[in-house]
């Protein structure tokens, strides 16, 4: 979960709102490794307000560090007082999609704070601060862990057999790791008929139905984008849009900001090795085919 703009009955430092003059506060994961079964992040926070910082010199105050993964239910935290150190989490306890946030909290009741650094408006004003107040927050950051990142764009994709017989030709769905493609049941059952005749035949399959799909797929996530940030942050972490960011960016393009004009031809680089291979593997499958009426 990230943080959202909210109201606090005391000024409280962040990215986000006119509390304070010129103060900030920052944090980030900077460096993030694997050692054996642990996950180490690396944290940096970088605070500027100097009443903040003399509570924290004093542990009435601490920095906190949030972990939140939708996928295995976890909400972890850890609090320290120096602005650089190391988190250790076990693997197990994260995957996919985690938002880290980075807070300052009280440690204590703290009777008639005040900083000089707030707005004018809170002047003279003196306030009681409770064990566990949020006294400043820095933006979020989204990570990702990925424990078996798929391998290539073939395998985003699976097709499944509509069982509805009004069922369309062909639907996407994109709410899954994979994107899923349904077809009729008599389609898939011809589909899976000549998988079989092997690497040509899949090469046309893939022209059939995977570059449709995929089309269809990177137009609506131009559309999410362009009209809900949030939209994009509920599929941003699943299998199928982190594989194609990455190749994406590998081609020199953002999956988010992509050219209505240029969608198809990226489609298709993205599927084929070159320009010629459905071709290719069309004539192969017909020279094969003369061969044996020989």
């Not at 909210?6 to 490794?33: A, C, M, W, Y």
């Not at 509509?162 to 389609?187: F, H, R, V, W, Y």
């Not at 009209?227 to 953002?254: P, V």
């Not at 209505?260 to 004539?283: G, K, R, W």
Request: aromatic share 10%; with cysteine.
């Amino acid at each position: 979960m990230r943080v959202k703009v909210r109201n606090f009955p005391h000024p409280v430092l962040n990215p986000v709102s006119d509390d304070f003059l010129k103060g900030f506060f920052k944090g980030e994961i900077i460096e993030q490794t694997e050692e054996n079964d642990m996950l180490e992040f690396n944290i940096n926070l970088s605070l500027n307000n100097p009443d903040l910082q003399n509570l924290i010199q004093t542990k009435k105050v601490s920095f906190n560090i949030h972990f939140e993964c939708n996928s295995t239910m976890q909400r972890l935290t850890f609090s320290e007082y120096q602005p650089v150190f190391k988190i250790s989490i076990a693997k197990e306890l994260l995957n996919k999609k985690v938002d880290v946030n980075f807070f300052i909290l009280a440690d204590q009741k703290i009777e008639n704070y005040t900083n000089l650094d707030a707005h004018p408006d809170y002047a003279g004003v003196k306030f009681g601060i409770q064990k566990g107040d949020i006294l400043a927050f820095s933006e979020s950051q989204t990570i990702y862990i990925e424990k078996q990142p798929m391998s290539n764009t073939n395998s985003i994709f699976k097709v499944s057999k509509a069982t509805d017989p009004k069922a369309p030709s062909i639907s996407i769905s994109l709410s899954e790791n994979q994107i899923e493609i349904g077809i009729p049941e008599a389609s898939y059952e011809k589909v899976g008929h000549l998988q079989a005749y092997g690497d040509d035949c899949n090469k046309i399959l893939i022209s059939m139905l995977y570059l449709p799909a995929l089309i269809d797929t990177l137009f609506n996530v131009q559309d999410i984008a362009r009209r809900d940030d949030y939209g994009l942050e509920e599929i941003a972490g699943l299998d199928w849009y982190r594989t194609l960011e990455k190749r994406l960016q590998k081609m020199g393009y953002n999956i988010a900001e992509l050219n209505f004009e240029e969608i198809t031809q990226i489609s298709y680089d993205l599927l084929n090795s070159s320009s010629e291979a459905p071709l290719v593997s069309l004539e192969n499958i017909i020279y094969n085919r003369e061969g044996d009426d020989d």
